[in-house]
């Protein structure tokens, strides 16, 4: 998976309480995503990041935070875990943008499964 | 509304056969990829064309995409249980700023 990896890999959780998942990449890599994945929505951005401290929303941004202190650490917070946000929780990478500012391929890691009862 | 839109939702077919999956979009691109995704892990990329290609060859792979159309089509050849996975485009909209838009993905059952 690239040099990716993702902690817990599995969690559950109740209803309320705060939840981190890091994401931990070592390809030196500039951008950094977190996405989610349920049925029939595909996968869906929460946040991103395009440099150490640099970060903004995504498609489904509401009740999660993130942050990024170094390169190859994202870090995504539920700050207040609500059963809505059960979900599959990928993260993603890619090198720096070309000219012009086009995108190139994303990596992603292996998934965190978040269970909120 | 989704970006990529994915058709079929779900394909069988048997090994040795040929797989086409389209994807649809709606506005201006600088790129569409695909990706493929085996159950219970993450995505792998496939493959990139860019908007000013209009086909592409990987091994086993062939894109296409019509611009004019909005719609890019995935050709696997000669296909093998291996590639059952679900299959997803991403498109890189213009002025997007290093965001991809996935659509909800293609399921692909090759029969042994």
């Known amino acids: 998976d690239a040099g990716i990896t993702q902690s817990p890999r599995h969690k559950v959780t109740e209803t309320g309480t705060p939840v981190t998942l890091r994401c931990h990449q070592t390809?030196?890599?500039?951008?950094m995503y977190w996405y989610r994945q349920d049925p029939g929505h595909g996968l869906r951005l929460i946040h991103y990041s395009y440099g150490v401290k640099d970060t903004d929303k995504g498609e489904v941004s509401d009740g999660y935070s993130v942050s990024r202190s170094k390169t190859e650490d994202f870090l995504l917070t539920l700050e207040s875990a609500t059963s809505s946000q059960t979900s599959v929780y990928f993260c993603a990478i890619s090198e720096s943008v070309g000219l012009a500012g086009k995108t190139y391929e994303q990596y992603f890691g292996p998934g965190t499964r978040l269970t909120v009862t | 509304s989704q970006q990529g839109e994915e058709d079929p939702q779900a394909l069988s077919i048997q090994e040795g056969e040929n797989a086409t999956m389209n994807c649809s979009y709606k506005t201006s691109i600088n790129n569409l990829q695909w990706y493929r995704q085996n159950s219970g892990r993450g995505l792998v990329h496939l493959i990139l064309i860019r908007s000013n290609e209009r086909e592409k060859h990987s091994g086993r792979l062939r894109v296409t995409l019509d611009t004019s159309k909005k719609s890019s089509s995935l050709l696997i050849t000669a296909s093998r249980a291996a590639d059952t996975a679900s299959y997803f485009c991403?498109?890189?909209?213009?002025?997007?700023?290093?965001?991809?838009?996935f659509g909800k993905g293609i399921t692909l059952s090759v029969r042994p």
């Open positions: 991403a498109t890189d909209l213009t002025g997007a700023n290093s965001k991809l838009t």
């Open positions: 390809e030196n890599h500039r951008y």
